[in-house]
């Protein structure tokens, strides 16, 4: 078949790739326009733009894919089908039938669960053991249309979002090109997807990742690693009188806990030589790497003792 991939994150490069790799013929890419990154704020293109121009491919960068001139644009390559994945901008149905197959979507979600922006982060959150990816056919409600195809991955203990994301990036990769393969040859059909096990993941914004310290370590460990890499947790402590934010890293739950140790209260933390300590409301957890404000990411004994940090000292405002 004749695709134009729609894509604009890392995260959509290994699709983009497996691909290129297959029997289908890429005839163009369409991603988000360039973005400003950096202290400069540079204009940056997309990590789609970038391997698509390495692949000489025509690039499409519509501000909003509604834009008649894009639409033009598309129809002038005459797609077959338009595989998808973390585009980042909602189709209008104008634009959605254009390609006689739709667009094909790779959700990072066993559908119907966790409908939305964010549904790796969610899965993490809510301690779900196993996730997966699906393909399905865009329609006009949220992640709704007919699926045609999963793959199931197991959630690991110590996963953040960005371990299985990256897992979930490849083996979907290859589930998209498979899709497609079927789609082709007729041996797949669209399956409406059952109103049983809904859920919805919007985006988590930076409010969301504040880390309560006063919620069971359990609950702490696994917000901290949903938002690992993006937003990124964090807690605030009080420098000269301001709090000041800091990140922090993921955490191991300290559940051997001596007991001639203090007990330590939601937010207060222990120093010692080679670790802190942070009280939640059920066993403390030892900190990871954590980012202050202005600083590099660094072990959390090391900035515990570059600040001075003592035993005692709370977490929040």
């Given at each position: 078949?004749?695709?134009?991939?729609?894509?604009?994150?890392?995260?959509?490069?290994?699709?983009?790739?497996?691909?290129v790799?297959?029997?289908?013929e890429?005839?163009?890419?369409?991603?988000?326009?360039?973005?400003?990154?950096?202290?400069g704020?540079?204009?940056v293109?997309?990590?789609?733009?970038?391997?698509?121009?390495?692949?000489?491919?025509?690039?499409?960068?519509?501000?909003?894919?509604?834009?008649?001139e894009?639409?033009?644009?598309?129809?002038?390559?005459?797609?077959?089908?338009?595989?998808?994945?973390?585009?980042?901008?909602?189709?209008?149905?104008?634009?959605?039938?254009?390609?006689?197959?739709?667009?094909i979507?790779l959700?990072?979600?066993?559908?119907?669960a966790?409908?939305?922006?964010?549904?790796?982060?969610?899965?993490?959150?809510?301690?779900?053991?196993?996730?997966?990816?699906?393909?399905f056919?865009?329609?006009?409600?949220?992640?709704a249309?007919?699926?045609?195809?999963?793959?199931?991955?197991?959630?690991?203990?110590?996963?953040?979002?960005?371990?299985?994301?990256?897992?979930?990036?490849?083996?979907?990769?290859?589930?998209?090109?498979?899709?497609?393969?079927?789609?082709?040859?007729?041996s797949?059909?669209?399956?409406?997807?059952?109103?049983?096990?809904?859920?919805?993941?919007?985006?988590?914004?930076?409010?969301?990742?504040?880390?309560?310290?006063a919620?069971?370590?359990?609950?702490?460990?696994?917000?901290?690693?949903?938002?690992?890499?993006?937003?990124?947790?964090?807690?605030?402590?009080?420098?000269?009188?301001?709090?000041?934010?800091?990140?922090?890293?993921?955490?191991?739950?300290?559940?051997?806990?001596?007991?001639?140790?203090?007990?330590?209260?939601?937010?207060e933390?222990?120093v010692?030589?080679?670790?802190?300590?942070?009280?939640?409301?059920?066993?403390?957890?030892r900190?990871?790497?954590?980012?202050?404000?202005?600083?590099?990411q660094?072990?959390?004994?090391?900035?515990?003792?570059?600040?001075?940090?003592?035993?005692?000292?709370?977490?929040?405002?």
């Amino acid at each position: 078949m004749r695709v134009v991939f729609a894509g604009t994150p890392e995260v959509a490069v290994p699709a983009l790739n497996a691909i290129v790799e297959s029997s289908h013929e890429l005839v163009g890419v369409v991603t988000r326009p360039d973005a400003p990154s950096g202290r400069g704020r540079k204009l940056v293109a997309s990590p789609v733009a970038l391997r698509a121009e390495e692949l000489g491919v025509p690039v499409l960068k519509p501000e909003h894919p509604r834009e008649p001139e894009f639409q033009a644009e598309l129809r002038a390559l005459a797609p077959d089908a338009c595989p998808v994945v973390a585009y980042g901008a909602l189709l209008p149905q104008s634009a959605l039938d254009i390609p006689p197959h739709g667009w094909i979507n790779l959700h990072f979600s066993a559908l119907p669960a966790w409908r939305g922006a964010a549904p790796v982060q969610h899965s993490v959150w809510a301690g779900d053991e196993v996730t997966g990816a699906t393909t399905f056919r865009i329609v006009k409600a949220l992640d709704a249309g007919p699926t045609f195809g999963v793959m199931t991955e197991r959630i690991r203990p110590t996963d953040t979002s960005g371990d299985l994301l990256a897992r979930l990036a490849e083996g979907g990769a290859g589930l998209l090109v498979a899709t497609l393969d079927g789609i082709e040859d007729g041996s797949l059909e669209a399956r409406e997807q059952p109103e049983d096990g809904l859920s919805f993941a919007p985006k988590i914004s930076v409010d969301d990742a504040r880390i309560d310290w006063a919620t069971p370590a359990v609950a702490v460990d696994r917000q901290v690693r949903a938002c690992t890499p993006a937003p990124g947790a964090w807690s605030t402590q009080l420098v000269d009188g301001e709090a000041q934010r800091i990140k922090i890293g993921p955490i191991t739950i300290d559940a051997d806990r001596a007991a001639d140790r203090p007990v330590l209260a939601p937010g207060e933390l222990e120093v010692t030589k080679n670790a802190v300590y942070v009280g939640t409301a059920t066993d403390p957890v030892r900190l990871g790497e954590v980012k202050a404000f202005g600083k590099k990411q660094m072990g959390a004994a090391d900035w515990a003792r570059g600040v001075r940090l003592e035993s005692g000292t709370r977490f929040g405002d």
